[in-house]
């Protein structure tokens, strides 16, 4: 059972920072290709950003320059640093591990953490 658990979401003001982390469980981290995915009210979930197993990183345009995803396969962690955020950055974020296996693709999603920025 893979379970996804992301933290560090909360309220910040525009032009500030935020980090987000995911945890995730099993063994096999290192093989799986980890992304963020963030749905505002009323949109479709869309990607932010995710990092390949050779870290490999591609970002959604809205966020480049301004986000960074990274990992850390030794603690089964990915982040993702929020700077110089927007209104329009509010959502909810969601982890979510690719696996590829068989030639058969395998999603598995956290269950969201909220990031909203307002002054």
């Known amino acids: 059972q893979v379970q996804l658990v992301e933290s560090g979401g909360g309220l910040v003001q525009p032009g500030g920072s935020l980090r987000l982390s995911c945890v995730a469980s099993g063994s096999d981290f290192e093989n799986a290709v980890m992304g963020w995915y963030r749905q505002a009210p009323g949109k479709q979930r869309e990607l932010v950003a995710h990092?390949?197993?050779?870290?490999?990183?591609n970002y959604a345009d809205s966020v480049k320059g301004r986000f960074t995803i990274s990992r850390d396969n030794a603690k089964n962690t990915v982040y993702l640093q929020m700077n110089s955020v927007k209104p329009e950055d509010t959502a909810v974020y969601y982890c979510?591990?690719?696996?590829?296996?068989?030639?058969?693709?395998?999603?598995?999603w956290g269950q969201g953490t909220q990031v909203t920025v307002s002054s």
């Open positions: 979510n591990k690719r696996m590829t296996v068989g030639g058969v693709m395998y999603d598995y």
């Open positions: 990092i390949s197993l050779g870290g490999t990183t």
